[in-house]
Nanobody, 121 residues
């Protein structure tokens, strides 16, 4: 009923930039929180940044001043602009959204399939 489609990952050199996008589609009535998590090999998934429907944003300390999260409510899309990338940012990045599906009364969490970001020279 709901799909999250991510794009924008890839290989970039240290100090470079990438912009991730995630579009939610399907039988959506409303979306509250959207965000990005990441998981590096051998590590647990960790929060990168989240943003509410009124664009109140929160981000992890390790990405402050480098990554910026934003969203377009009309397009049900969340973005992650990543600047000054470091090798330690290498991970699979997952999109997240808390969605109220049409005809339902409870909110549920949905995840994208993940997009690989590799920072290497």
């Amino acid at each position: 009923q709901v799909q999250l489609a991510e794009s924008g990952g890839g290989l970039v050199q240290p100090g470079g930039s990438l912009r991730l996008s995630c579009a939610a589609s399907g039988s959506i009535f409303s979306i509250s929180m959207m965000g990005w998590y990441r998981q590096a090999p051998g590590k647990q998934r960790e929060l990168v940044a989240t943003i509410t429907s009124d664009s109140s944003a929160n981000s992890a300390d390790f990405v402050k001043d480098r990554f910026t999260i934003s969203r377009d409510n009309a397009k049900n899309t969340v973005y992650l602009q990543m600047n000054s990338l470091k090798p330690e940012d290498t991970a699979v990045y997952y999109c997240y959204a808390r969605i109220l599906v049409l005809g339902r009364v409870t909110w549920n969490d949905y995840w994208g399939q993940g997009t690989q970001v590799t920072v290497s020279s």
